[in-house]
C-alpha cells in the first residue's frame, strides 16, 4: 500500500521525471494542464486558482517559482516559505499532479517542454500579457483565465500581519 508521504513525494518531479509522465499523459490522449506561481503562503484564493486550473483537464502541473526566482521578482523579503514547504503543501494538494520547480523569472522552458493543452492563468492577466500564450495556441492547446476571489493574495495576508504587529 502506498503511503500517503509517498504520494506527496512523488508528485514533486524533476524536469526529466515530468516529461516522462507528461509524454504518456499525452500519449494516452490525456488534457494536460499548466498553471505557475510564487504559491508562497497559501490561502483560499491560491485554492481557488487551482480547483478552477484542475477543471481544464485532467492533469495538473505547478510550476513553482524557485526562491531565487521569487526575489528577483518580489524583493529580498520575498519568499516567505521557502520552495521546499512550498513544494510540500502544494504537492498535498489532491488536485495537483506534478509540482516543479523553475529558476527562470518566467515558465516558459517549462510550457515549451511539456507543451499542455491547457494553460491557466488569474483573471489579472490578459492573453497578450500571459507568458507561453502563444506557444500553447500554436500547438492547438488553450488558454483560460478565470476569475480571482476579491481580496485574497499573499501580499494582503503579509500587510494584515504586519498591520497587527504595529
Known amino acids: ?40 503562503v497559501i490561502h483560499e484564493g491560491h485554492i481557488h486558482s487551482l480547483l478552477e486550473a484542475a477543471k481544464q483537464g485532467d492533469h495538473l502541473i505547478v510550476g513553482l517559482n524557485s526562491d531565487a526566482s521569487i526575489k528577483r521578482l518580489k524583493g529580498d523579503h520575498r519568499p516567505i516559505n521557502n520552495e521546499s514547504a512550498r513544494s510540500t503543501v502544494l504537492s498535498a494538494l489532491i488536485m ?45 492547446g488553450r488558454v483560460f483565465t478565470h476569475s480571482l476571489l476579491e481580496g485574497r493574495s499573499t501580499t494582503n495576508i503579509i500587510n494584515k500581519i504586519s498591520q497587527q504587529k504595529s
Open 96 to 140: 495537483v499532479d506534478i509540482v516543479i520547480l523553475f529558476e527562470e523569472d518566467t515558465p516558459i522552458n517549462l510550457i515549451k517542454a511539456f507543451k499542455p493543452n491547457v494553460l491557466v492563468k488569474g483573471g489579472d492577466y490578459t492573453l497578450d500579457s500571459i507568458v507561453g500564450a502563444k506557444e500553447v495556441q500554436m500547438h492547438g
Open 1 to 40: 500500500m502506498t503511503r500517503t508521504i509517498d504520494l506527496i513525494t512523488n508528485r514533486k518531479c524533476t524536469l526529466i521525471e515530468a516529461q516522462r509522465l507528461v509524454n504518456g499523459w499525452h500519449a494516452l490522449g490525456h488534457t494536460v494542464v499548466f498553471t505557475n506561481g510564487c504559491f508562497d
